[in-house]
């Protein structure tokens, strides 16, 4: 009877809000005298749709006049965001990046958007690099890549639903297949269950069937950037692979030898080999609420560290700052 009773609940909510919502490839192969042509892949988040970028595509427009500009939508938006299966989510992107194309994107993703455009470089392009553009630079603003272990704040669906659903049928494949946020769900109580159940992040994570293609060392660059103040993706920290720690709400980082990214884990995604190599940064930003990364308000983020990524000058910013 409980099963049936969140099986309705959650068809009403779907109703509703559809009414109110309208092989790795070595760095070395992305050498090139210039950026012009590239085309830069914006990806919104979850409760949002293209509109989410309107406020900040005349700064990108501005700033990079000779590159092409693909601001891309997946489903209906804002209510596919949600309840499309994000695994489906993530091939119906793929798809896109390959009719474009091209051989070399970058791209600049928002929240869940993270989520998606990350499973496209571990998942796609390193995989079959003949078929899918190879992702150069990657980019991503208060994206839960170590996933949310507290409710997330979603503005059409009840917080005390999430949290019963959280708790009661987190790992159900049912519900993962219908709430996207599910398939980042890491309940830091139960990380056995998490290993075992969770379609989605453990593979994205590779601690679960390792993979070497799977690693991030194909990036010319990778920015990172997590928000202290961030309401949706609980932890914050998350934003920049930090965790917590299992049984407990303390935080560690991947500078902590029992994080499952850490370098005496193995570095399985080769965030290590990253930082060795002066080709990442992880920071911290507050002052902002989470669904503002892809507006105007958020702009000097922009100007301090997205843009000189996308130049190519990534090797020059300041050292990380998230880890402190």
């Known amino acids: ?17 559809e009414k109110a919502a309208t092989n790795v490839v070595p760095s070395s ?4 005298t ?4 590239i085309p830069i ?46 695994l489906l989510q993530i091939d119906n992107f793929a798809e896109q990046m390959a009719a474009l194309d091209v051989p070399v994107i970058d791209i600049v993703a928002h929240s869940q958007g993270g989520i998606i455009t990350r499973s496209y470089v571990q998942n796609y392009a390193n995989q079959e690099p003949e078929r899918y ?11 839960p890549n170590s996933g949310v272990s507290q409710v997330p704040k979603i503005s059409f669906i009840s917080s005390k639903f999430i949290h019963y659903v959280m708790k009661t049928w987190e790992y159900a494949k049912f519900f993962q297949k219908r709430l996207s946020f599910l398939n980042y769900f890491r309940d830091t109580y139960n990380i056995n269950k998490f290993l075992e159940k969770s379609r989605l992040l453990p593979d994205l994570n590779n601690i ?13 660059f990778a920015l990172f950037i997590a928000n202290e103040d961030d309401k949706t993706v609980r932890p914050w920290q998350s934003g920049v692979f ?13 500078y902590d030898e029992e994080h499952p990214l850490s370098r005496e884990n193995g570095d399985v995604l080769g965030l290590f080999e990253l930082m060795q190599e002066n080709r990442m940064r992880a ?6 609420k989470h669904k503002d990364f892809t507006d105007d308000v958020a702009i000097q983020i922009y100007h301090e560290y997205v843009f000189p990524v996308l130049r190519g000058e990534g090797h020059d910013l300041p050292p990380s700052n998230a880890f402190e």
């Open 1 to 17: 009877m409980k099963f049936v009773f969140l099986f309705v609940l959650l068809m009403v909510i779907t109703s509703a809000s």
């Open 29 to 32: 192969n992305f050498i090139q």
């Open 34 to 37: 210039s950026d012009e042509g």
């Open 41 to 86: 892949i914006l990806m919104h988040g979850i409760v949002a749709s293209v509109v989410a970028w309107e406020g900040i595509v005349p700064h990108f427009e501005q700033e990079f006049p000779n590159r092409p500009l693909h601001v891309i939508e997946i489903g209906k938006g804002v209510l596919d965001s949600v309840k499309m299966d994000l």
């Open 133 to 143: 553009p190879q992702v150069r630079r990657l980019i991503t603003g208060f994206t």
């Open 208 to 220: 679960r069937n390792f993979h070497e293609c799977k690693k991030l060392n194909s990036l010319e």
């Open 242 to 254: 930090s965790e917590f720690i299992p049984n407990s709400t303390d935080i560690h980082s991947i």
């Open 283 to 288: 920071y911290k930003v507050s002052g902002i």
